[in-house]
């Protein structure tokens, strides 16, 4: 079949100080180079005009935003008028999930994140900032498990107690809670990502992750909704950050579980000596004397493959 040209006959432009900042309509006439007739088929049929979510207007003259939508009306046997509408807000196109975008909170492929401080508790025996419980710069909690080195540390920690004969300190962990939402373009294209949720549910991050380091960042699941069977779904997957990587502390007691002398051992007092507050030393303080971690999580999992490439690009420009 011969070649298409286009006339363009009608350009219409609005900007707004709302978004979408810029929009309009555009309206051109097609041909058969040859003047032949044709239809409408025959126009779809050869892939001319625009697509849904196509830069407007690649031909003419140009604008700034995606068309979001076409209308054809056949003028006579051989001309074809085409009404496109576009605007800026759709500015990344239509999106999947493959070709993320989050500008669009109803169209496919949106991604969004709402990212809250969140408390904890915990008890401490040895109570410092994450970073002073760091061997070279690496935390105990980077590996499945806590390695022998940083057990031994904790150990030796001994100007850090902060238990009173074997009781521990209860305090406050800031924690951060990390909600990801993603729009899917069908129910086939979540399918495999919610296998991958189900497999990997409570793992911590085993590579740096969204500006998270190695370990801290806990998978806490992931739901998915839809209004129908047409419906795009939308799903959230929860994640929780903890400063100490889930590494928790334990002491060793006695069989009845009471921190009898064998177990306690005598160090420099926090308390203030003579010369500082009180005419005299403040009495000796015993502390518990076998010290260790707990890794309450031990899975490690390769985030990546929690979602698609592209919505982990638009995720790094939004958070990191």
Not at 29 to 49: R, T, V, Y
Not at 273 to 284: F, H, S, T
Request: glycine share 8%.
């Amino acid at each position: 079949m011969p070649a298409l040209v286009s006339t363009l006959q009608e350009d219409s432009h609005i900007s707004k100080v709302t978004k979408p900042y810029d929009g309009g309509t555009q309206t051109r006439l097609w041909q058969m180079a040859n003047g032949a007739d044709f239809d409408i088929e025959d126009f779809k049929s050869l892939a001319n005009g625009s697509q849904i979510g196509d830069q407007v207007f690649q031909y003419g003259v140009a604008r700034t935003g995606r068309c979001i939508s076409v209308r054809l009306t056949q003028v006579n046997r051989n001309t074809i008028r085409e009404v496109i509408e576009y605007d800026d807000n759709s500015e990344f196109s239509l999106g999947s999930s493959t070709d993320a975008q989050n500008t669009d909170p109803s169209g496919p492929g949106y991604v969004n994140t709402d990212v809250r401080a969140t408390e904890a508790s915990g008890t401490f025996w040895r109570y410092a900032s994450p970073s002073a419980f760091e061997d070279g710069g690496v935390g105990p909690w980077e590996t499945a498990d806590v390695p022998d080195t940083y057990q031994c540390l904790l150990e030796e920690m001994t100007t850090k107690v902060c238990d009173l004969g074997g009781v521990p300190m209860t305090v406050p962990i800031a924690q951060e809670e990390l909600v990801i939402t993603t729009t899917w373009e069908s129910n086939a294209a979540a399918t495999l990502h919610r296998a991958r949720w189900r497999s990997s549910f409570v793992a911590r991050n085993n590579a740096e992750w969204l500006g998270y380091p190695v370990g801290t960042l806990l998978f806490a699941g992931g739901s998915t909704r839809s209004s129908g069977r047409d419906a795009m779904p939308v799903s959230d997957l929860r994640f929780v950050y903890d400063p100490y990587g889930y590494c928790r502390q334990r002491a060793v007691s006695d069989a009845n579980g009471a921190f009898s002398e064998d177990y306690l051992v005598t160090v420099d007092s926090p308390v203030p000596g003579e010369g500082d507050c009180d005419d005299e030393d403040a009495p000796d303080q015993l502390h518990a004397k076998y010290v260790y971690w707990v890794q309450l999580f031990q899975s490690l999992f390769n985030f990546d493959s929690l979602i698609t490439t592209s919505q982990k690009s638009i995720l790094e420009d939004m958070l990191t």
